[in-house]
């Protein structure tokens, strides 16, 4: 035990040594991407088109896995970012939600003219995903950072928020639009509402990309911090990959 604390406090210095780019997020990053853009073509674009068999149904499993890999590794470029002050986080917050729109905005054209009736295309105008969850993270941070929090303080708050969310009764608004808008902060039921990615219940998977983040950045030796981690996350992974198939 005395040895790997040993080893464990040879890892980490007490300055930042591991600034330059950390080429295995960006790799994550990419994957994320793609499998978010997969997630949602099974999702929307195949009902009565194909017979799910079990390849497809594993690939969606996995692949849905893409959206937290999204958000850690947000987390961890939060932290490596050199745009770092409060305002510039704001800013990006701002743009993120501003792109989210756009997107929305040709989502609500598609289903419009597909037929979808006016007051129901109008919810995909306001629909939540991960662009406006980025965007709110940002802001949110940004005035953590204003607070100076430290890491440790934000996802012990982001954790507490994902307790308080997930127990109370299930939140529904008379008014659909004003439901579909409280979505983007807490999951709401009802009136053809999806809950993509409330702010409250996710946040914790960017604060604790954040933490990793600070560790990482003072890490002296990167390969023998992963090796560490995969002697623990490994076994996790197969027990619920077992699970998962059964």
């Not at 008014?175 to 983007?184: E, K, S, T």
């Amino acid at each position: 035990m005395k040895n790997k604390v040993i080893v464990i406090g040879k890892l980490f210095s007490n300055i930042d040594v591991n600034k330059g780019r950390q080429i295995e997020w960006d790799y994550a990053k990419v994957f994320a991407i793609f499998a978010m853009i997969f997630v949602h073509f099974l999702a929307f674009c195949t009902f009565s088109k194909i017979d799910y068999g079990y390849l497809e149904e594993y690939l969606f499993i996995l692949t849905q896995s893409s959206a937290p890999i999204f958000m850690f590794a947000m987390g961890i470029g939060m932290v490596y970012t050199r745009h770092d002050s409060p305002n510039e986080f704001v800013v990006r917050g701002i743009k993120l939600l501003m792109l989210g729109l756009v997107i929305n905005t040709m989502y609500f054209l598609l289903n419009y003219s597909a037929g979808v009736p006016l007051e129901y295309s109008l919810l995909s105008f306001l629909a939540n995903d991960i662009l406006q969850f980025a965007g709110i993270t940002f802001i949110a941070v940004a005035i953590f950072k204003k607070l100076n929090l430290s890491h440790t303080q934000i996802l012990l708050i982001a954790i507490l928020l994902s307790l308080i969310v997930s127990y109370p009764p299930d939140i529904t608004l008379q008014n659909m639009y004003l439901n579909q808008l409280l979505d983007n902060f807490i999951e709401t039921v009802g009136q053809n509402i999806v809950s993509c990615f409330p702010f409250l219940n996710w946040f914790i998977i960017p604060a604790a990309g954040m933490l990793f983040g600070s560790d990482l950045i003072r890490c002296n030796d990167k390969d023998e911090l992963y090796k560490l981690i995969l002697r623990y996350t490994s076994i996790t992974a197969i027990i619920l990959f077992i699970v998962g198939f059964i």
